[in-house]
């Protein structure tokens, strides 16, 4: 059951559920999809989260409940399964050491494990964009294997580098650009995600997929790695 809010003159509210889960950031980033597809033109913003979409639209090419009518035309047409959109995997390099993970050594030190085990069970999974931050290209990713969960610093870094790979609770994520911060930094990507680089803005969607492996030091430089 989906509830439709008005949250504005000009924007909704679309709530897909009350409780985070596995299955609606895939329906969520299906409706994104299918929404910039049928309803482009008349959209100024999306913004999807974890159970929810907020979107705002041009008042001057179309009434309140005109819009309201073709969003509920379009949920239908979902909960019927007329249009499936499908999610891609980005695949993501990490340096996984402690001359780049800034908390990796205490992690492995709380949780008595070597850093074998752990890139491991970072590396083990897939993991779904649940959420769009800061950045369009800061994707919070979950699900973090329990043995690996650890909650966030309980003192923000003020500058956390641009690539650095974090882990807060059950989620993990990647830093697209220089900023603060309070996840636990376990490595660092040599990937520009940066906005400078067009394409990212579009990298990730609420729905897709990320999967990380591992790269040695000398790749990492290689592909443009700082430390």
Avoid at 113 to 121: A, E, N, R, S, W
Avoid at 180 to 202: A, C, H, M, V
């Amino acid at each position: 059951m989906h509830n439709i809010v008005a949250a504005g003159e000009n924007t909704i509210l679309i709530y897909f559920g009350t409780e985070i889960d596995n299955v609606l950031p895939e329906k969520i980033g299906q409706f994104v999809e299918q929404l910039k597809s049928t309803l482009g033109n008349i959209i100024i913003n999306i913004i999807p989260s974890y159970t929810s979409i907020h979107i705002s639209y041009d008042l001057n090419k179309i009434a309140h409940q005109a819009f309201v009518d073709k969003i509920k035309v379009i949920l239908n047409q979902q909960d019927n399964n007329i249009f499936v959109i499908k999610s891609k995997t980005i695949y993501i390099p990490v340096y996984y050491d402690n001359e780049v993970g800034l908390d990796l050594n205490r992690l492995l030190l709380e949780k008595n494990i070597d850093i074998q085990t752990f890139v491991k069970l970072h590396t083990a999974q897939e993991y779904l964009v649940y959420a769009i931050g800061f950045s369009p290209a800061f994707a919070y990713l979950a699900e973090v294997d329990v043995r690996i969960q650890i909650t966030r610093l309980s003192t923000p870094r003020i500058k956390i580098p641009a690539g650095s790979v974090g882990i807060a609770q059950n989620q993990t994520a990647v830093y697209p650009i220089d900023s603060s911060g309070g996840w636990n930094i376990i490595g660092r990507t040599p990937l520009n995600l940066s906005l400078n680089k067009p394409g990212n803005i579009d990298k990730f969607h609420v729905g897709d997929k990320v999967k990380f492996y591992a790269i040695m030091r000398n790749e990492y430089l290689r592909s443009g790695g700082k430390l």
